[in-house]
């Protein structure tokens, strides 16, 4: 190669670098590329080191300006992330023609996010009701069943009825299934109220 190997520092302007290329110097047409090695020192030449042949370089004209780019190959996790990135992008863009084409001002959207939410708030307080009943019938079977063993501090208690022991276990069940399904409500509700926010936000902007 013509140039050779020479490393040369990353603040050496690029027309400097050219200059000292024959081609370049000479009005010639070889083109000369410019990589960087593993240690980060820029290089150029009029071809690259078999090492680095898979790398990202640039193209430089007589001139020392950039003509063209040679993509790297890229790593799996490069790949996966690009695949990644365009895919985020590609559901960007299907999301910004949904808002254009459901919507004609952000009060449409307002209206939408208001009624949902109201929908989502009477859901709460239902489920709400429901956890203070079931509440307050675990309570009054709790104290139905410490009058039992093995409950109960009196030596001559009998022991829990077979139907009470049944009742307690399956209210106390559905009072914990219920009270993390108004959990789960309660955060449905905040990344709704999130999400039109962001869509009102990104319906101005378009």
Known sequence: MRLGAIALAA?????????????AGS?????????VDSSGVVHYGDSVPAEYAQSERSVLNDQGVEVGHVEGRKSAEQQAADTQAAEAAKRRAQ????????????KDIE?????????????????SIYIDTLSARLAALQDRAGH???YSNDPNA??????????????LNEA????????????EQADMRAQFEADIQRYREL
Do not use: N
């Not at 209206?111 to 489920?127: F, H, M, N, P, Y």
């Open 176 to 187: 914990r299934t219920q009270r993390q399904a108004l959990e789960t409500r309660r955060r």
């Open 95 to 106: 999301h910004d023609q949904f808002l254009l084409s459901t919507y004609v001002s952000t």
């Open 11 to 23: 603040c050496l302007p690029v027309g400097l670098a050219a200059a000292a290329s024959p081609a």
């Open 158 to 171: 009998q022991r829990m009825p077979d139907d009470l022991a049944e009742e307690l276990v399956r209210t």
């Open 111 to 127: 209206r939408l996010r208001d009624e949902r939410l109201e929908q989502t708030d009477g859901q709460i307080k239902a489920s």
């Open 27 to 35: 009005g010639g047409t070889a083109p000369v590329y410019k990589w």
């Open 148 to 150: 039992f063993k093995p």
